[in-house]
Every structure is written in structure tokens, then in C-alpha cells.
């Protein structure tokens, strides 16, 4: 239990450090991610090597989920100029999910009627976001973290069928070197640099993420997939209220209404078939 307290406030705290840093202008976007995944790659491969004794096999991981977990912390980073942390939460979280569940479908899973109501419920709370308005994000920060949500779904599904989950991590972030050095080449004469900044970037990266996802690893070990998918959905409210605690933001009434929806059209579709079966007895 306490590991998977400490993995949630983990996955919050990339949304509130990463925001804090952006929205005070102490550095910039590009330099928070190269900071973030090179921290990550420093951490995990430590880790590693305690675990191992130093026998690293540097041969897991594969290109692929490199280049999605580079283009998810990119384009997280960019899309956190403009968005709130917990709005910002939300849509990755949503579209993380929406992801995976429309890839199911594609590779052959049915829904039945209860499901395809939580996905439409879903989808409305996300559309409801871009409804204009003063509580609106920006339609550069919706879409930027939807590509994040999409290109961290599909690094997750990449790596379903890892037998060693610490080790391809590990070995993932270090295949996200030739895309740092490309970023640091294409942006250096922009990079903003100050010592909070490159220090929140280094507890983002080192921190919430390498160590965040070692004790997720152990968390899942206690957890079933329904289980694990459900008390994630307390990140996005962990992260809005650490936006308001950290970053003296608002949660604001859509806010509120669009979590609901999002959150709850996807408690809907985890539990679907269980609430469906117990519809049917009720019926008999």
C-alpha cells in the first residue's frame, strides 16, 4: 500500500514540478527535458547496477519505445507552458487511457453497450475541454499533451510483455541519448538556465520518474490490472492539488465537470463488464 501511495504522488509531482518550472520562467522547455530523461537515465542505470552487481545487460529495451518515451516528456514539457497542472494531468491521463482502450478495440476486443457509455462519457469530458471560454486551455497545450498521452500509451503497450521491467526501462532512457544531444543541438541558443530550474528538472527526471517508476514496479506486484488502472485515477486530482498548493493555481468549475466525466466514463469501462453482469441478475 505504501508503495503505490509513494508511485502516485510520484506521477503527480512530474506534473507539478514540471509546471512549477515552466510557469516561473526558470528554464525553458527543451532544457527541462534533456535535464529530466538524461537525471533518469543517470538514476535508473545506478539502480541497475545495485541490483545486478554491475552485470548490466545493455542489449533490452528497443528504438521504438526510446523514441515515444522522448516525444511523451517532449511534448509534456511544451504543452505545461500554457496548461495548469491539473488540467494538463487530466489530458494525459484521459487520453493514456482513451489510447489504450481504442487500441483494444482495434485489435479485435468488443465492448458491451455499459463500456461503450463510459468511452462516450470519456470522450465528451475532453471535447468539453476546447469549449470556449475562460477556463478553456490553449488548443497548442490540449493538443501537444495529447500527443503525449497517445506517444505514453503506446510506450506502455510496448512494453506489456517485458519480463524485466526495471532493466528495459532502463535501457529505454538510454536510447533517448541520440534524441537529447539532437535537442540540445537544435535549441541551445534558446536554453533558459537558472539552478532551480535544472534542479527541478533533475527531481523530476531522477525523482518522480526513475524512482517513481522502480516503486511502481513493486506496487503492481501486489495489484491486479483492474486494480492498478483504477487508483490511477487519483492522479490527475493529486496533481491539481499540488497545482494549488505549489503553483497558487484554481481548480475551476470545468475542471471539476470534465474530470468527472473523463475520470468516470473510464471507472465505467474498467468495471464495465462487472457492472453489466450484475445489471443482467438484477433484470432475471
Known amino acids: 500500500m505504501l508503495f503505490t501511495v509513494l508511485a502516485l504522488l510520484a506521477f503527480a509531482g512530474n506534473s507539478v514540478l514540471c509546471r512549477l518550472a515552466l510557469k516561473g520562467d526558470v528554464i525553458?522547455?527543451?532544457?527541462?527535458?534533456?535535464?529530466?530523461?538524461?537525471?533518469?537515465?543517470?538514476?535508473?542505470?545506478?539502480?541497475?547496477?545495485?541490483?545486478?552487481?554491475?552485470?548490466?545487460?545493455?542489449?533490452?529495451?528497443?528504438?521504438?519505445?526510446?523514441?515515444?518515451?522522448f516525444l511523451y516528456g517532449i511534448t509534456f514539457s511544451y504543452a505545461y507552458i500554457s496548461l495548469d497542472t491539473g488540467t494538463g494531468a487530466l489530458i494525459l491521463f484521459g487520453v493514456?487511457?482513451?489510447?489504450?482502450?481504442?487500441?483494444?478495440?482495434?485489435?479485435?476486443?468488443?465492448?458491451?453497450?455499459?463500456?461503450?457509455?463510459?468511452?462516450?462519457?470519456?470522450?465528451?469530458g475532453l471535447v468539453l475541454f476546447l469549449v470556449p471560454g475562460a477556463a478553456a486551455p490553449s488548443l497548442s497545450g490540449f493538443g501537444l499533451m495529447t500527443l503525449?498521452?497517445?506517444?505514453?500509451?503506446?510506450?506502455?503497450l510496448a512494453?506489456?510483455?517485458?519480463q524485466n521491467p526495471l532493466l528495459d526501462t532502463t535501457n529505454n532512457f538510454l536510447r533517448t541519448l541520440p534524441f537529447i544531444l539532437l535537442l540540445i543541438f537544435f535549441t541551445v541558443d534558446k536554453a533558459q538556465l537558472s539552478s532551480q530550474g535544472v534542479l527541478l528538472a533533475i527531481l523530476s527526471g531522477s525523482v518522480t520518474s526513475g524512482l517513481g517508476y522502480a516503486i511502481w514496479y513493486s506496487a503492481l506486484s501486489g495489484l491486479t490490472i483492474t486494480k492498478a488502472a483504477i487508483i490511477q485515477l487519483s492522479?490527475?486530482?493529486?496533481?491539481?492539488?499540488?497545482?494549488?498548493?505549489?503553483?497558487?493555481?484554481?481548480?475551476?468549475?470545468?475542471?471539476?465537470?470534465s474530470s468527472l466525466l473523463v475520470l468516470g466514463g473510464i471507472l465505467v469501462v474498467i468495471l464495465g463488464k462487472n457492472i453489466g453482469k450484475r445489471i443482467g441478475k438484477n433484470i432475471d
Open 159 to 162: 512494453g506489456r510483455g517485458s
Open 148 to 156: 503525449s498521452g497517445i506517444a505514453w500509451a503506446f510506450y506502455t
Open 96 to 124: 493514456v487511457q482513451v489510447t489504450m482502450i481504442l487500441t483494444g478495440l482495434l485489435q479485435g476486443k468488443s465492448l458491451i453497450p455499459i463500456e461503450w457509455i463510459g468511452l462516450c462519457l470519456a470522450f465528451s
Open 28 to 69: 525553458d522547455a527543451a532544457s527541462f527535458t534533456a535535464i529530466r530523461l538524461f537525471s533518469g537515465i543517470v538514476f535508473l542505470m545506478l539502480l541497475v547496477v545495485i541490483q545486478t552487481k554491475g552485470k548490466v545487460n545493455l542489449k533490452k529495451g528497443s528504438w521504438l519505445s526510446a523514441f515515444l518515451l
Open 235 to 257: 492522479v490527475p486530482i493529486i496533481a491539481a492539488i499540488g497545482g494549488v498548493i505549489f503553483v497558487s493555481e484554481e481548480i475551476t468549475t470545468m475542471l471539476i465537470v
